[in-house]
């Protein structure tokens, strides 16, 4: 089955994330769903990057040849030799292939590759199609990272990122912080890597006394976001486009929300400073992400892999990175964890 994901803007911005809000009933159950999609999308993903080696020639030549690492692509001739590289060292430290003592590589034989059947119930499956759609991509990167049909990118690809935030997994993500804040009308709320679902979403449990501000990198997922608010904008709505290594940030506010950002960010200590700043004395800042580094037993070099087919990507960061982070800068915090990919952290 092949997936267009290219829409053109006007086609989808006249769909409302708050008409279509994804209901949950159990915040627990959300997010222990949210937590086994990403470990079973991580299973997913192993199979796939096994498939693209045999796919590619790669295990061939391995196989074949034993070559050194640097050699295996004058075996195989692919332009972008950056890629294989990094293909090269990921099957490393997956087990797939490993180095002699003459650091000649060799495959595995002894690496076992399941594929499993989800538990339906705890699955959320439209999310996987992100990845599914990622891994169709990586044999463009073979010819070149910029090839045009790499679609990953925020600010010319606006419409694909659009589906991606409508899914279940980040309606749910949503959902979860707007539940768990018990957010109400009157709020303040700064919304980093807002994205073109988040504001409507969040200014609709905040109308009509409440401040939204979100900061986006991308201007065409913002367009998409100021059409979808225009009903609730009453001025206190401010959307803006920017790097928010940037943002001055002026106002202080009740909570501020950075879900599946931190990732991209070039400087994590910019950014939390910036967060931490904008609140208020018994403030909350959420940061979600797909896992944390320190609590999810999972292919972390895939996600890697595949996410450095976009350009912004940076890396995946630990909690407790973030949270010795925030000590060396002289924060007096509390912090707690809903579930692997999910930290609130209170200023004191």
């Known amino acids: 089955m092949e997936i ?3 829409h053109g803007i006007q086609n989808i911005v006249g769909r409302s994330n708050y008409e279509y809000e994804y209901k949950i009933d159990d915040m627990n159950h959300a997010l222990k769903s949210m937590d086994y999609t990403i470990k079973y ?3 997913e993903l192993l199979v796939a990057f096994f498939k693209q080696g045999m796919d590619f020639g790669i295990y061939g030549v391995i196989d074949k040849y034993k070559p050194k690492p640097n050699k295996v692509n004058s075996l195989l001739g692919y332009p972008n030799n950056d890629f294989l590289n990094d293909y090269i060292i990921t099957a490393i430290k997956l087990g797939i292939i490993y180095q002699n003592e003459d ?3 060799e495959l595995n034989r002894d690496k076992k590759i399941i594929i499993k059947h989800p538990e339906y119930d705890k699955f959320m499956e439209d999310y996987i199609i992100n990845y599914d759609h990622m891994t169709k991509l990586s044999k463009y990167a073979l010819i070149g990272y910029n090839h045009p049909k790499i679609l990953l990118n925020f600010i010319e690809d606006a419409d694909i990122w659009d589906i991606i935030l409508n899914t279940s997994y980040l309606k749910s993500c949503r959902n979860v912080i707007a539940k768990y804040l018990n957010l109400r009308n009157g709020d303040y709320i700064l919304d980093v890597g807002c994205g073109s679902r988040s504001p409507e979403f969040y ?3 905040i109308f009509p006394k409440g401040k939204y501000t979100g900061i986006d990198i991308s201007k065409n997922l913002l367009k998409i976001a100021e059409i979808r608010t225009k009903r609730w904008d009453n001025g ?3 959307l803006k486009h920017m790097d928010f290594c940037n ?3 002026k106002n202080k506010y009740d909570y501020v929300i950075c879900t599946y950002t931190l990732k991209y960010s070039p400087s994590l200590k910019i950014f939390l400073k910036k967060m931490m700043n904008a609140l208020h004395s018994g403030g909350k800042l959420i940061i979600a992400e797909e896992f944390f580094k320190d609590t999810s037993n999972i292919n972390i ?3 890697e892999f595949y996410n450095r087919l976009n350009k912004f990507f940076k890396n995946y960061h630990s909690k407790k990175e973030i949270l010795d982070t925030l000590e060396s800068m002289g924060y007096d915090i509390k912090h707690t964890s809903l579930s692997d990919g999910i930290l609130v952290i209170e200023k004191i």
């Open 103 to 105: 650091g000649n590589l």
């Open 4 to 6: 267009n994901f290219n």
């Open 41 to 43: 999308l991580s299973n």
């Open 236 to 238: 206190s709505i401010s």
């Open 301 to 303: 070099e895939l996600f």
């Open 203 to 205: 200014i609709s449990k």
């Open 247 to 249: 943002a001055m940030i």
